[in-house]
């Protein structure tokens, strides 16, 4: 995506190619700054403390993290230490295992000196992949957005969204925002109702910052607003991403995402999501019972971050010394309250027949 007239993408690998730049994504939407990541150590606590985070990215950051081990010490003592390593650092986005075992399985067959640069080129690949799918996500997208469109002619397209799936969360165009791109580039009159998402207001910070820089109409929300909208028929559609699907169509994303999809069912509002293969779980059906929900610092919900009059990043307390706070960061939308999943391959049900259709070969 295009910030002030240049293309950037949230992570690339940095001349010499023993480093990785990454956006660093505390900062915004107040100060645009990158990071370089020199070591796994940095990769995995640039994931760890959310300077890169969403669970595309987060899986790419992975992949280079190990690049960064190997080219340090490529044996397999490295290896196992440097993914462990990485795994451990966030355990609900799927993306992050899919990446560290596609890495692994292609370099652990290979003479420790060949390790690194195939490490390096495998990341690369997974994140000129990533990007195709959420461009394509955004084209199969953007058909819907045409439907529901069309069946409401010189009225605006009121799409509301959770967290940010954009081009922040992936490495380009995003997943549930590129159709949203896609739109608006196409002309169409959309206009996005973005969740601010407590605790660490990913749509309020991050989502709306992107909209804004492409232009996007938006309007940030608390979270608690959007039932109301949807019963004064102000949303026509909702649109999220996801940390894990299950084959069975179960998705996990950030916490409130499941309340919105009960009062989207309870308006008869279609709740799509958007998805590439990297973020499907094919080893467990019930989301609920199975997917791990990190459980972040309670200070995230006692306190928030924010830009001061004096132009300062600052954390400020919320609620009284001694008031504990629990922080779930994810929750589980089970498949029959999704309208339909949208993929790099096309839309279908939320279900395994569904999946099984595009996937089939998988
Ligand atoms: O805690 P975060 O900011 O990593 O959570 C991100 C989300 O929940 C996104 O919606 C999800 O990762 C999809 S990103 C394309």
Same mark, same amino acid.
């Given at each position: 995506?295009?910030?002030?007239?240049?293309?950037?993408?949230?992570?690339?690998?940095?001349?010499?190619?023993?480093?990785?730049?990454?956006?660093?994504?505390?900062?915004?939407?107040?100060?645009?700054?990158?990071? *370089?990541?020199?070591?796994?150590?940095?990769?995995?606590?640039?994931?760890?403390?959310?300077?890169?985070?969403?669970?595309?990215?987060?899986?790419?950051?992975?992949?280079? =993290?190990?690049?960064?081990?190997?080219?340090?010490?490529?044996?397999?003592?490295?290896?196992?230490?440097?993914?462990?390593?990485?795994?451990?650092?966030?355990?609900?986005?799927?993306?992050?295992?899919? &990446?560290?075992?596609?890495?692994?399985?292609?370099?652990?067959?290979?003479?420790?000196?060949?390790?690194?640069?195939?490490?390096?080129?495998?990341? =690369? &690949?997974?994140?000129?992949?990533?990007? +195709?799918?959420?461009?394509?996500?955004?084209?199969? =997208?953007?058909?819907?957005?045409?439907?529901?469109?069309?069946?409401?002619?010189?009225?605006?397209?009121?799409?509301?969204?959770?967290?940010?799936?954009?081009?922040?969360?992936?490495?380009?165009?995003?997943?549930?925002?590129?159709?949203?791109?896609?739109?608006?580039?196409?002309?169409?009159?959309? $206009?996005?109702? #973005?969740?601010?998402?407590?605790?660490?207001?990913?749509?309020?910070?991050?989502?709306?910052?992107?909209?804004?820089?492409? =232009?996007?109409? $938006?309007?940030?929300?608390?979270?608690?607003?959007?039932?109301?909208?949807?019963?004064?028929?102000?949303?026509?559609?909702?649109?999220?991403?996801?940390?894990?699907?299950?084959?069975?169509?179960?998705?996990?994303?950030?916490?409130? *995402?499941?309340?919105?999809?009960?009062? +989207?069912?309870?308006?008869?509002?279609?709740?799509?999501?958007?998805?590439?293969?990297?973020?499907?779980?094919?080893?467990?059906?019930?989301? #609920?019972?199975?997917?791990?929900?990190?459980?972040?610092?309670?200070?995230?919900?006692?306190?928030?971050?924010?830009?001061?009059?004096?132009?300062?990043?600052?954390?400020?307390?919320?609620?009284?010394?001694?008031?504990?706070?629990?922080?779930?960061?994810?929750?589980?939308?089970?498949?029959?309250?999704?309208?339909?999943?949208?993929?790099?391959?096309?839309?279908?049900?939320?279900?395994?027949?569904?999946?099984?259709?595009?996937?089939?070969?998988?």
């Amino acid at each position: 995506m295009k910030i002030d007239g240049q293309a950037w993408r949230t992570i690339w690998l940095e001349p010499g190619g023993r480093s990785i730049g990454v956006i660093d994504q505390i900062q915004l939407p107040h100060q645009f700054t990158t990071r *370089t990541l020199r070591s796994c150590d940095e990769a995995a606590e640039a994931i760890r403390t959310m300077v890169v985070r969403g669970a595309p990215l987060i899986g790419v950051t992975g992949a280079y =993290g190990l690049m960064l081990a190997l080219q340090v010490d490529p044996s397999d003592a490295s290896l196992a230490a440097a993914f462990d390593q990485l795994n451990a650092t966030r355990p609900t986005a799927v993306n992050l295992r899919w &990446a560290l075992e596609r890495v692994r399985d292609r370099v652990a067959p290979l003479p420790p000196a060949e390790r690194a640069q195939a490490a390096q080129v495998e990341a =690369g &690949a997974i994140a000129d992949e990533d990007v +195709a799918m959420c461009e394509a996500i955004g084209e199969h =997208g953007l058909e819907l957005f045409q439907e529901l469109a069309a069946a409401r002619p010189g009225q605006t397209l009121n799409v509301l969204t959770h967290c940010n799936a954009g081009w922040l969360a992936t490495v380009d165009w995003g997943t549930a925002l590129a159709p949203i791109y896609k739109a608006h580039r196409a002309g169409l009159d959309i $206009h996005v109702w #973005v969740d601010e998402t407590r605790p660490r207001n990913q749509g309020a910070s991050l989502t709306a910052y992107e909209l804004g820089r492409e =232009g996007v109409p $938006h309007t940030v929300i608390v979270d608690n607003a959007g039932g109301h909208l949807m019963q004064h028929g102000q949303v026509d559609a909702v649109i999220v991403g996801t940390d894990r699907t299950t084959r069975r169509g179960d998705v996990c994303n950030k916490i409130g *995402t499941y309340l919105k999809a009960l009062a +989207a069912r309870d308006n008869n509002i279609p709740f799509y999501v958007a998805l590439p293969a990297s973020t499907i779980d094919w080893s467990i059906d019930d989301g #609920v019972a199975e997917i791990p929900i990190e459980a972040r610092s309670p200070e995230e919900v006692t306190h928030i971050q924010g830009r001061s009059p004096d132009g300062a990043i600052t954390t400020v307390q919320l609620s009284p010394d001694g008031s504990p706070g629990f922080n779930p960061a994810f929750d589980v939308t089970p498949a029959r309250l999704v309208t339909a999943l949208i993929t790099e391959r096309g839309v279908v049900a939320a279900s395994a027949a569904g999946l099984q259709e595009l996937y089939g070969d998988v």
